[in-house]
Nanobody, 123 residues
Framework: QVQLDESGGGLVQAGGSLRLSCAAS????????MGWFRQAPGKERELVAA??????DTYYADFVKGRFTISRAENTVYLQMDSLKPEDTATYYC??????????????????WGQGTQVTVSS
């Protein structure tokens, strides 16, 4: 089973930046796609960004385009978040899909989730 270890969240003022990290471990594999979801209180989990194994294909949700940048090194995925807004406040989770694509990542059947990392943006 894959273990996912997210870190880098915190409290930041609107307009500020944070960099999230997530290391996937526990199995010998290099997943095709890794990415970030987020879930705010009372809302469904939503896909934020995804990236292919070698980084040549990325997906960004419209609400983060131009502000967030996803990157990856082997089985670690990063999310650079700039120009943060209060509506970005959520728990951020990463995950990995061994065989999928950035287009299918949203609907992948993930076996497990990590603890997530809390991002709070104050106005």
């Amino acid at each position: 089973q894959v273990q996912l270890d997210e870190s880098g969240g915190g409290l930041v003022q609107a307009g500020g930046s944070l960099r999230l990290s997530c290391a996937a471990s526990g199995r010998t594999f290099s997943p095709n796609v890794m990415g970030w979801f987020r879930q705010a209180p009372g809302k469904e989990r939503e896909l934020v960004a995804a990236i292919s194994r070698i980084g040549d294909d990325t997906y960004y949700a419209d609400f983060v385009k131009g502000r967030f940048t996803i990157s990856r090194a082997e089985n670690t995925v990063y999310l650079q978040m700039d120009s943060l807004k209060p509506e970005d406040t959520a728990t951020y989770y990463c995950n990995a899909d061994p065989l999928g694509t950035t287009l299918t990542f949203r609907r992948a059947d993930f076996a497990s989730w990590g603890q997530g990392t809390q991002v709070t943006v104050s106005s």
